[in-house]
């Protein structure tokens, strides 16, 4: 692939992730700001009045311009990242064509990006959470997210070599095992994250953290339905059709 098309495909891919990011936004301010107001209100209604701290950024503004701030600069980083990663895989995971790839890229990155991490360190609303053990739970969950890139990226590379032995349903099976395998060591060896006060609502813990992960969701689909309809235009661009009544030209003798 040319410097030229890598370069049409990032910017394709940032101009995807835009588009993804709007739609994700819609999602946190309808479906996740409510429980945050809601965790806050839970939180000022157990501080002491004296406790109380002045507002440096007020919660209306957090609320709307950073919240679209904060999703939409992630949108963009993240669909040129996916962007590059498409340009390394397309044709090396399979004979996918330039949608699909995108889609299988988009569901790679979900499970290995925040599915994964989120099932051993899932989301907490204001009011959950050490404010001295955040530099602790934010390591934590990253490496969370770097080793289920690694085993992914790992397990696409064993089944690739065994499919000529075993054929490319089996070897799928054995990467498939070896990825959850290894990530369920990994969920057993890293230290568990429990702060959750014991009178915190449990609806309200659970409506918070499946709408990030609905937000997650939202993103990585629409940006793999997005960013596979731009790619496939750029690399299959469709021949120009001749317009009815016309004939075309004759080849010259």
């Not at 996918?96 to 299988?104: E, I, K, S, Y």
Request: aromatic share 8%; with cysteine.
């Amino acid at each position: 692939m040319n410097s030229a098309t890598v370069r049409n495909l990032l910017v394709r891919g940032m101009l995807a992730g835009l588009g993804a990011g709007v739609l994700a936004l819609v999602v946190a301010y309808f479906l996740g700001e409510p429980n945050v107001d809601s965790a806050i209100g839970f939180e000022e209604s157990h501080t002491p009045a004296h406790h109380h701290e002045v507002e440096l950024v007020s919660r209306s503004l957090q609320s709307t311009a950073g919240l679209a701030t904060g999703v939409l600069v992630y949108g963009v980083a993240f669909g040129g990242i996916a962007a590059l990663a498409y340009c390394f895989a397309l044709g090396r995971v399979g004979r996918f064509g330039p949608r699909a790839t995108a889609l299988l890229l988009s569901g790679a990155a979900l499970l290995t990006v925040d599915v994964v991490p989120f099932l051993k360190y899932p989301a907490n609303p204001p009011a959950v959470g050490d404010h001295d053990t955040i530099a602790q739970r934010t390591t934590l969950y990253f490496l969370m997210m770097v080793l289920g890139v690694l085993v992914a990226v790992a397990a696409v590379i064993v089944g690739k070599r065994l499919t000529p032995r075993l054929g490319a349903w089996h070897a799928t099976v054995v990467a498939v095992v070896g990825f959850v395998a290894v990530i369920g060591l990994a969920y057993g060896f890293l230290p568990a994250v429990n702060e959750v006060p014991g009178d915190f609502p449990a609806t309200l813990l659970w409506r918070f953290r499946l709408s990030s992960l609905a937000l997650q969701v939202t993103m990585w689909a629409a940006f793999g339905l997005g960013f596979g309809e731009l790619a496939e235009r750029l690399l299959n661009p469709r021949p120009a059709t001749v317009s009815a009544g016309t004939t075309p030209a004759a080849a010259p003798n």
